[in-house]
């Protein structure tokens, strides 16, 4: 449904699915190699649907179309997602000091349904990425004195900030971000006063690698599929020029078998 949604953003598993049309295309007949290189760059370079579906627009797909529709609905969480993260309780830990020092909060742990913390002269961080929620609504409290205090969220979580500053503030860069379907909401209060809280979006290290090492196997993969159309144009050619020869040698042949026919009738007539 790329005409229903353009603006939305392609994946690569969905840009691969536009390149394998192209290859498809170029193996037809379809494409010329430089049609195929630049459509297929037009393709890595696309950021939304609205960008992949001019580029196999006119090439036929046998039983799908170029671009794969895509579901404005979002499927219900699977087990193990966030459902499976809001476990009640009340929470493992509720309270951040830092006096000159600092502390932090990360990994696996629970938040509470109202966590306080407090940084005078000093720092915290307060880390969701991986943590469990006591309810679906939870309140991150910060009172900052001539401090900072960071809190990071990960992606998919609804965020509201609602802090006071004076001669300091509150990041509200993250608000307005659609929460995802199950997914707990963070509310960050309190008061700044020559201090900071800042709130930021981050995937965890073990996602980041994942995504990485996926980008670098769909880069060999598309490498690979270069080196064996490069390998195969260059058969093509090489074939093409062995029959250019092997006519040659037939068209001569030919001309050599006439010539001597005729000096054989002009033999014949002398005699």
Known sequence: ????????????????R?????????????????????????????????????????????GQPAVPPVSLTKAPAESGSWPARVVGGEGSSSWGVAVMSGFQ?????????????????GGGEIDLREANFAEHEVVINCVTIMGGVSVVVPPGVEVVVRGVGVMGGFDHREEGVPGEPGAPRVIVTGFAFWGGVGVERKITRAERRRL???RRQSKLERKAAMRELHSSSQEDVEDAHRRMLDG??????????????RREERRGGAD
């Open 212 to 214: 990485k090492e996926e």
């Open 105 to 121: 909060r990360k990994g696996r742990w629970t938040v509470p349904r109202r966590f306080n913390c407090v940084a005078f002269w």
């Open 1 to 16: 449904m790329t005409d229903e949604a353009p603006e939305l953003r392609a994946s690569d598993a969905d840009r691969e």
């Open 18 to 62: 536009v390149a394998e049309v192209l290859r498809d295309a170029l193996a037809e007949g379809r494409l010329d190699m430089a049609e195929f290189e630049e459509r297929l760059d037009a393709t890595y370079q696309a950021r939304t649907y609205g960008e992949l579906a001019p580029i196999t627009r006119d090439l036929p797909v046998a």
């Open 248 to 261: 040659h040698r037939d068209l001569m042949h030919d001309w050599h078998e006439e010539r001597r026919d």
